[in-house]
């Protein structure tokens, strides 16, 4: 398995970039997964459905599934801050690639996506973990970097350049447990 993050501030892009790089990926013949970070509390379930009710009533754990999907929610007692390394463990082990949105502090590879327009700093001139910069304004970067700078616009050359670097992004689980 191959695991990247995507880190950069709220509205550089990165939703819309792994949004188009799984595609992308995809017809390369990969299977993709994705880790997301979320700041805030978020549900993914409804009032009213069985889940929903089963989590309701107190339990730590539901998994629904149906011969198209699977779904695990877990509820934790007291606030837990996974680390992105937990998060890729939970996920199946037959995947190609794991694309990890947020988790911009992790010790995970990164590309950052940085547009100029957000007028937000760079964090590529103090982020060893990160590898690449995809933007938008490259003439605008606001430092200098020998680090591949990458077309944000331009998915399936993103995807090209993770596929030839592919080797640089093997994930070893073991290096984390």
Sequence with gaps: MKAVG????SGAGKTHLVERLIPA???????VSVVKHAHHKFDIDHPGKDTYRHREAGAFEVVVAS?????LIREFEQPAELSVHQLIAELYDGVDWVL?????QSSLLKV???RAAVGKPARYPDDDFIVAIA???PAQLPQETLRPVLDLNDPDAVAQWLV????RFDYDAEKYT
């Excluded at 995507?6 to 501030?9: E, I, T, V």
């Excluded at 990926?25 to 299977?31: E, H, V």
């Design 25 to 31: 990926l995809k017809l390369r013949g990969l299977r």
């Design 112 to 114: 950052e996506v940085w």
């Design 6 to 9: 995507f880190a950069g501030f």
């Design 67 to 71: 011969d198209r999907r699977l779904a």
């Design 164 to 167: 030839d670097n592919g080797d």
């Design 100 to 104: 990890v949105e947020g988790f911009k």
């Design 135 to 137: 933007t938008d304004s």
